[in-house]
Nanobody, 122 residues
C-alpha cells in the first residue's frame, strides 16, 4: 500500500512560481505523474516521470514552464511550476502508476494523492 501526500499549493500571481511536492510512503518503485482538475473541467494530464527519472513527459500546455523531478532517496516527486498563468488554476493531484505511458495516456494509476489547490491570480 502506498500513500501519496501533496503539498506546496497556494495562491500566486500570474508569472509567479510554485513547487509542488508529493511524498510517498511504502513501496516507491512507481512511475509518478501529476494531473490537474479545474472547476467544471475534466481531469487532465500534466507531467510524468519514470522510476529512474530518466524519462519525462509533459502536456503541451505546460511544456517549457513546468518541470517534473523526483528524489527516490526521499520517496518524493516534485513539480516546479514557473511562469504561472490564471488558466493553471486547478487542484493538482499526484499519482503513482506502473509506467509513464499508462499514466499519461489512460490516467490510470495505482495510487492517488488527495490533491492540493493552486490558484493563479491575474
Amino acid at each position: 500500500q502506498v500513500q501519496l501526500v501533496e503539498s506546496g499549493g497556494g495562491l500566486v500571481q500570474a508569472g509567479g512560481s510554485l513547487r509542488l511536492s508529493c511524498a510517498a510512503s511504502g513501496r516507491s518503485s512507481y512511475a509518478m505523474g501529476w494531473f490537474r482538475q479545474a472547476p467544471g473541467k475534466e481531469r487532465e494530464f500534466v507531467a510524468a516521470i519514470s522510476w529512474s527519472g530518466g524519462s519525462t513527459y509533459y502536456a503541451d500546455s505546460v511544456k517549457g514552464r513546468f518541470t517534473i523531478s523526483r528524489d527516490n532517496a526521499k520517496n518524493t516527486a516534485y513539480l516546479q511550476m514557473n511562469s504561472l498563468k490564471p488558466e493553471d488554476t486547478a487542484v493538482y493531484y499526484c499519482a503513482a502508476g506502473t509506467n509513464t505511458a499508462v499514466l499519461r495516456t489512460t490516467q490510470k494509476a495505482d495510487y492517488w494523492g488527495q490533491g492540493t489547490q493552486v490558484t493563479v491570480s491575474s
